[in-house]
């Protein structure tokens, strides 16, 4: 029996083309291709610049070293979402801490927010940066965090992996209306994709110049950045620390011939999720509430159980589906939980709400070409595993 995934990529005979055609040229790396990939999500987005890189875990280590994150500062996420998007203040040597989840929306609450920034300010220990996650795709609510971060001097990173051909208040996600930097992955279970690969947004060109340059080992060959004059044509300066977090000309490609689809995918998916909206409204558990301000990029399609009215726990109800061959998921154990965090000192309970929602998720197929006998079979498999 083959699997449904939970997510998959959608690859056509002309993305597979835009590769050969690198594979063909000149440049396979650093061509071309990675700078005209940027701008087409810049243009899309409405960003003023963007920076490719090989993940949205290693653009997110660059968007923090460029906001000035060091040993000493403070970093603020959601639980409830992967762990790259807390993990990137560790590698600066900053702390970590999370902000409990909006009950409905399932992202960082405004409101818990509200408290914890009242309650630090007083400790003296404000975030130098909040990490926003637009969980399933659906964006935050920018708005009220903007006005914190005006109010108290943080600076905000969107983690918009889910939420590439989103909008937030009739705008696209990415155009750093309310943040610093926006940053998208383009992993293959991700709304479009390059393999591996990833982007950081920004209208601050300075940010953007500093990113360019962490990508690429903190290597100049402009000589306005130079701290003497080049000894040749073939000099290059090192000024900064940096790392290889550069993407290729043949994942760009790819990118960029992806990027004449993302509309049609993520009206695809809105497809899919009001049919599973029809299909599951008798189903003992909760379906994605929207927002009224959110076009979500509806990466994840996260359904939870009514737990007190099903006679199934949530693990006999996850082991059925994945019985019945749909390969159900669950986006995600609180970042907290990890081991990796335990031993940092996290403790069980310090986002109950959090906590709430991992005891009854589950992500459910979602993808372009998931096809509607497919999506019956999910929904058939749901109520039989749940009853009524
Ligand atoms: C996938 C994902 C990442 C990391 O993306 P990569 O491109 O795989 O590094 C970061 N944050 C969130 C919320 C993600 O879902």
Redesign the pocket.
């Known amino acids: 029996m083959s699997m449904i995934p939970y997510g998959r990529q959608d690859i056509s005979e002309a993305d597979i083309q835009a590769v050969v055609d690198v594979l063909h040229s000149d440049f396979i790396t650093q061509g071309p291709a990675v700078p005209a990939f940027e701008a087409s999500v810049a243009n899309y987005c409405g960003a003023a610049h963007a920076v490719a890189t090989n993940?949205?875990?290693?653009a997110?280590h660059i968007a923090c070293l460029a906001l000035e994150v060091g040993p000493g500062d403070a970093v603020w996420t959601s639980p409830i979402?992967?762990v790259?998007?807390a993990n990137c203040a560790l590698y600066c040597g900053a702390q970590i801490d999370f902000v409990d989840i909006d009950p409905r929306t399932y992202n960082l609450s405004a409101e818990r927010l509200t408290e914890k920034l009242a309650q630090a300010k007083k400790s003296g220990h404000l975030p130098k940066v909040l990490v926003a996650?637009h969980?399933c795709g659906q964006p935050c609510d920018m708005a009220s965090i903007h006005a914190l971060s005006q109010q108290y001097g943080f600076k905000i990173i969107e983690?918009a992996?889910?939420a590439i051909g989103g909008k937030y208040r009739n705008e696209p996600v990415g155009n750093c209306r309310y943040s610093d930097i926006a940053?998208f992955?383009?992993?293959p279970?991700?709304v479009i994709t390059t393999g591996?690969?990833?982007m950081a947004l920004s209208n601050d060109k300075q940010l953007c110049k500093r990113m360019q340059l962490l990508r690429s080992h903190g290597i100049t060959r402009d000589e306005a950045d130079m701290t003497r004059a080049p000894d040749g044509p073939w000099y290059y300066q090192q000024i900064a620390l940096g790392y290889n977090y550069r993407m290729t000309d043949m994942q760009a490609a790819l990118g960029l011939s992806q990027m004449l689809r993302l509309d049609e995918f993520v009206a695809r998916r809105h497809a899919i999720a009001r049919r599973y909206a029809e299909g599951l409204a008798d189903l003992a558990a909760t379906i994605p509430w929207q927002h009224a301000d959110s076009y979500s990029g509806l990466?994840l399609y996260v359904i939870r159980l009514k737990l007190a009215e099903i006679n199934k726990t949530h693990r006999a109800v996850f082991d059925a589906l994945r019985a019945a061959g749909i390969s159900v998921n669950l986006h995600y154990m609180p970042v907290y939980r990890q081991p990796y965090y335990a031993g940092l000192g996290f403790e069980a309970g310090h986002c109950p709400e959090a906590e709430q929602y991992y005891a009854e998720a589950i992500s459910l197929p979602m993808y372009p070409a998931l096809t509607e006998a497919q999506q019956d079979s999910v929904i058939e498999a749901l109520h039989r595993a749940i009853g009524k």
Do not use: N, P
Not at 55 to 58: E, F, G, Q, V
């Open positions: 993940s949205a875990t290693s997110l979402t992967f790259a998007s996650v969980l983690d992996s889910h940053v992955s383009f992993h279970v991700k591996e690969g990833g990466h």
